[in-house]
């Protein structure tokens, strides 16, 4: 969501509604997308305070909404682009984590993410210090029962099996860990292990794929905000309007579409949409 170069908040909230949307989960962008500086932690505070706002504003207009805030793994390796040292962006990540966590246990926010792995090809330095950042987020969100969203590469179950692992470490509760824009062939063994698969709608018919598997997951519309990439991803209004035609058409069934929006969305965040 931006409220700065976007169509904003209430905007997206009204268009949402107006196609029967209820809730939405509002997830920090990069600190880039607002002209703010990376790597400075003064600015990553003024993302998650925008982020926050968003998420008001988007309920003041009649859609429920929660914030979810972090800094996306991008940032991670742009850091380690700039010449940063392994332990400078490790630090810095960290610090971002600590001040969401704290955001988070005054209220203001549900949970941490962005946070991840990049889902292009990058080296091992940026891989193992990614999961440095991932176990750091998962210990501080398991203290106050809060969820993680996570950016990752697309590489099945084993990606899977390597944020479970994590998970398993970290000792979060499994289900408040949510695996974005996740792949048909990731979306039995995130279930499996406990994790949620959150699938797109309107990409490459992931959410057609992901059907047979059972209402095992949520969904998502990956919206920016961004008017120069509009056709990117779809939109929250699109994506609540294509969701009932699913059921229209026989795709899926009213309560297969009441387990992914509604049910699903309770357990995971802890909160009644009743």
Not at 78 to 92: C, F, Q
Not at 177 to 190: E, F, R, T
Request: charge should be negative; proline fraction near 4%; charged fraction near 25%.
């Amino acid at each position: 969501m931006n409220p700065v170069g976007g169509l904003g908040p209430r905007e997206v909230a009204r268009r949402f509604a107006s196609r029967g949307g209820s809730f939405m989960v509002v997830v920090s962008l990069l600190t880039v997308d607002f002209g703010l500086n990376v790597g400075d932690l003064s600015d990553v505070e003024k993302l998650f305070k925008l982020t926050i706002e968003s998420s008001r504003m988007v309920s003041e207009a009649g859609v429920k909404s929660v914030a979810v805030i972090g800094v996306h793994p991008a940032e991670c390796n742009a850091l380690l682009e700039r010449g940063w040292g392994r332990n400078e962006v490790r630090d810095h990540m960290f610090k971002a984590i600590d001040l969401a966590a704290r955001l988070i246990r005054q209220g203001e926010a549900v949970g941490i993410g962005e946070v991840g792995r990049p889902h292009w090809d990058v080296g091992t330095e940026v891989v193992d210090l990614c999961n440095d950042v991932i176990l750091h987020a998962f210990e501080a969100a398991r203290d106050l029962d809060a969820v993680v969203q996570l950016h990752l590469e697309r590489r099945g179950a084993e990606t899977v099996e390597s944020i479970a692992e994590l998970a398993r470490r970290a000792n979060i509760k499994s289900h408040k860990v949510i695996l974005h824009h996740a792949a048909p062939d990731m979306v039995g063994p995130a279930a499996s292990r406990g994790l949620t698969p959150s699938v797109p709608v309107g990409r490459k018919g992931e959410f057609e794929a992901s059907v047979p598997l059972g209402p095992i997951f949520v969904v998502e519309s990956d919206f920016a905000d961004d008017v120069k990439r509009t056709g990117s991803v779809i939109p929250p209004w699109t994506m609540a309007k294509k969701l009932r035609e699913y059921v229209s058409t026989g795709l899926i069934e009213e309560k297969f579409l009441d387990t992914i929006c509604k049910e699903n969305i309770e357990r995971i965040y802890g909160l009644s949409l009743t």
